[in-house]
């Protein structure tokens, strides 16, 4: 079976719409014995105080979870069919400066065919051209996470003016969400990092219909997180949704 890589820039629009298979696209495919995906590495900030023994470690999230550098993807793109026998090595380059001047230095997303639900987010770069091999060299610096191609979205329905507990499932990525709602309500969440966790408030600006509100104290961790609603006063249509992108190693 042949694979290609699935570029697009990285915004949801465009990867909807305008996604590009290398292989479908340009009659390049992937040499999967060359793909290689470093591993994700811890940062660490360290500070040392005068009249401490050791350093001082800062590395972490105010929240308490480690955070990564971006990674590095190198990948070989070879041009189909084989073999290179009698290849026009002018129309080779001339494929590379193609495929440059669609995604040289661009925020792009990238597909790999081990995983088609998430993708990397990066810069890629077109590099070495192996003329009596057909082959293209790339590679790209990512987010230390591939994230989901598609948001999650989950509606908190059944709200009441009492605490209502509901449980949210995410991958290995800690991410705040977006909180949309419709009425001024309270949410919490319980799984979250800290021993007592906060109560956000929700309140609807004064001439909207509805409010967005993103906060450090609503932090979906790894796992199942339970997380608790309730409204500031009865409703016949409450809406309270959480939106995020779940994101994996």
């Not at 996604?19 to 360290?46: F, H, K, N």
């Not at 972490?60 to 590095?72: E, I, K, L």
């Not at 192996?130 to 989950?154: D, F, H, M, R, S």
């Not at 450090?216 to 997180?225: Q, T």
Request: hydrophobic residues 40%; contains cysteine; negative net charge.
């Amino acid at each position: 079976m042949i694979y290609g890589v699935v570029l697009s820039l990285d915004n949801d629009f465009a990867a909807d719409v305008h996604a590009v298979d290398t292989y479908a696209t340009y009659g390049l495919g992937l040499l999967v014995d060359d793909l290689s995906i470093s591993a994700p590495e811890v940062r660490t900030d360290t500070i040392t105080v005068r009249g401490m023994d050791g350093v001082l470690d800062v590395s972490d999230a105010p929240q308490g979870f480690p955070v990564f550098n971006d990674r590095t993807i190198k990948f070989k793109l070879v041009k189909l069919p084989r073999p290179y026998q009698g290849m026009d090595i002018v129309e080779l380059m001339q494929l590379r400066t193609r495929l440059m001047a669609d995604w040289q230095g661009k925020r792009i997303r990238i597909i790999l065919p081990d995983d088609p639900t998430h993708y990397w987010s990066g810069r890629m770069t077109v590099g070495g051209l192996i003329a009596g091999e057909g082959i293209i060299e790339c590679q790209a610096t990512v987010y230390p996470y591939k994230l989901k191609n598609t948001v999650t979205e989950v509606e908190l329905d059944g709200l009441t003016t009492s605490w209502k507990t509901f449980h949210l499932q995410n991958e290995r990525r800690y991410v705040v969400p977006e909180i949309t709602f419709s009425q001024n309500s309270s949410i919490q969440i319980m799984s979250g990092p800290l021993a007592v966790p906060p109560v956000v408030e929700l309140t609807v600006p004064e001439g909207e219909l509805s409010g967005q509100v993103k906060t450090p104290d609503f932090l979906l961790m790894d796992g199942s997180n339970e997380i608790r609603a309730k409204l500031a006063a009865a409703t016949s249509s409450p809406y309270l949704a959480i939106v995020y992108r779940e994101g994996t190693f």
